[in-house]
């Protein structure tokens, strides 16, 4: 009897500490996750290219499509450096697609690792003419072809923008680093007198690695509570 009185004793003093806690863990916020993020990546701008990432999300996982688009600045007559990087010919035409894995490991939510594997293919197909010297016109065509086949493993962090609402602005840094294969080719092409005449080609195919930092600016929809 004397043991169960002071069971009860120590069960009743006890009490208010646990209720106590108990109100701290539910006064607490846990951050929510987003069903859907949509981003651009803005450095990208720097160097003519127009990127996009759509990721649905899951808890801590996000699956994502990443899509990107450049333009070429530089026309024809123009005789390129075909050993210069990719991204400062302004020669050339860019299309990327890709996929994305992201898991937050974080207990705040907010630091991630990401892992994406893409397609690029950079591309001109160029008429040039110039004189002979002989008093004719030369004419042909440059064809100029990338294909990169890569993987990045990306750290990032979210920085907070919005605490509530449905949509909410998002601000995601990163960095890491990648490897990829990269085939090229090169060719000249006379048509003068309508008869094609390769005159140069060149090609060939690289491992290289790569270093990435960056951001993602955009936007979250969340769920209704």
Known sequence: MKHCLCILLVHLC??????????????????????????VQPLQLIV???????DW?????SFGVIG??????LSENYAPDIESPSYLRNDLNAVSIGFSYKRVFSADRRWYYDVQ????????YNDYSYPD?????????????????AIK???????????????????????GVGTRIRTYTYEATSTTGGVPDPEYSFGYVRKLGSVHFGMQ???EVFRKN
């Open 14 to 39: 006890c009490l208010p500490v646990l209720r106590a806690q108990e109100s701290d863990t539910v006064g607490k916020r846990v951050p929510d996750f987003p069903c859907f993020r949509f981003t």
């Open 217 to 219: 600016l955009g936007f």
């Open 57 to 61: 999300v899951y808890k801590r996982n």
């Open 117 to 124: 594997a893409f397609y690029r293919h950079w591309w001109n």
């Open 68 to 73: 990107a688009y450049r333009s070429r600045k």
């Open 133 to 149: 010297g002989a008093g004719q016109t030369v004419t042909g065509r440059q064809t100029t072809d990338y294909n990169v086949y």
């Open 153 to 175: 493993a990306l750290l990032g962090y979210k920085v907070v923008m919005a605490r509530r609402g449905k949509i909410r602005p998002c601000l995601l840094v990163f960095a």
């Open 48 to 54: 003519g290219e127009i990127s996009a990432n759509a």
